[in-house]
C-alpha cells in the first residue's frame, strides 16, 4: 500500500497526492490500483522540490503536462529486462469544460470522485536506463474529456479527446547533468472546449500545443 496526503498551499488545502495497492507476481508483471499520479514526463511521479533543480517546474510541466496529476484506474507494471520498465493504466479522464487557452489543460483535471468516467483513458510510460548515466523515456496518454457534469455545454463538447506524447533523455556525467524534455498535445474538437465565459475572455485551447525544455546542472 502507498499513501501520501499533503497540506497545500500554506497548509489550507488537504490533499492526497495518491493512494494506491501493488499487488506484486513477478519483477515482469504485476497489477496496481487506487489513485496513481500519472507516467507522463520526467516530473509527475517525482515532483518533490529536492528531486529537480529550477525553483518552480518548468511551464512545459505545468501547463502542457498538468504536474502533479493524478487520476483514478488500474493498470500493470514491470520490469522485464535490466535497465528496462513499463507501467500500463487505464484511467479516469480529463474534464474538457476546465480547458482554457490560458492554463491549456491543467484546469481539466479534477478529484477522482468526480473525474469523468464514461470515456476512460490509457496512459503508458517505457524508460530506459541500462546504459551508465543514460537515461531514456516515452510516456504516451489517449483518452476522451467530457464534462463532469451534466450541462447543456457538455452536449456541445462532441468527440473532444486528448492525446499527448512526449519523450525525455537524461545524461548525467560525473558533476554534469543534462536533460531535454518534448511533448507535444493534440486536442480533438477543442473549438467545443471550455466554457462560454473564459473561452469570450481568453478564446479557445490551441488543437496542437508544443512544448520542450533543456536543463543543464552542474
Do not use: C
Not at 525553483?55 to 507494471?77: A, C, Y
Not at 476512460?120 to 489517449?142: C, F, K, N, T
Request: charged share 25%.
Amino acid at each position: 500500500v502507498h499513501t501520501e496526503v499533503d497540506f497545500e498551499h500554506a497548509a489550507r488545502d488537504l490533499e492526497m497526492e495518491f493512494a494506491y495497492v501493488d499487488f506484486k507476481f513477478n519483477p515482469s508483471f504485476n497489477v496496481r490500483a487506487g489513485t496513481l499520479l500519472m507516467p507522463v514526463g520526467p516530473l509527475n511521479e517525482t515532483h518533490e522540490p529536492t528531486l529537480f533543480y529550477s525553483v518552480e517546474r518548468p511551464n512545459v510541466e505545468k501547463t502542457i503536462i498538468p504536474t502533479t496529476w493524478q487520476e483514478g484506474g488500474l493498470g500493470i507494471f514491470g520490469s522485464p529486462l535490466a535497465g528496462l520498465a513499463y507501467k500500463l493504466y487505464l484511467v479516469s479522464s480529463l474534464n474538457a469544460e476546465k480547458f482554457s487557452a490560458k492554463d491549456g489543460i491543467r484546469n481539466g483535471r479534477g478529484k477522482v470522485n468526480n473525474a469523468p468516467t464514461d470515456k476512460p483513458a490509457i496512459v503508458a510510460r517505457v524508460e530506459y536506463a541500462a546504459l551508465a548515466g543514460l537515461d531514456l523515456g516515452l510516456s504516451l496518454y489517449q483518452g476522451g474529456a467530457k464534462g463532469a457534469t451534466t450541462t447543456a455545454l457538455n452536449t456541445a463538447l462532441g468527440n473532444a479527446a486528448v492525446e499527448i506524447t512526449e519523450a525525455d533523455i537524461r545524461y548525467r556525467i560525473k558533476r554534469a547533468d543534462l536533460r531535454f524534455v518534448y511533448v507535444t498535445t493534440k486536442i480533438d474538437d477543442a473549438a467545443k472546449t471550455g466554457t462560454k465565459a473564459d473561452t469570450a475572455k481568453n478564446g479557445v485551447i490551441g488543437e496542437k500545443v508544443n512544448g520542450m525544455y533543456l536543463e543543464a546542472a552542474y
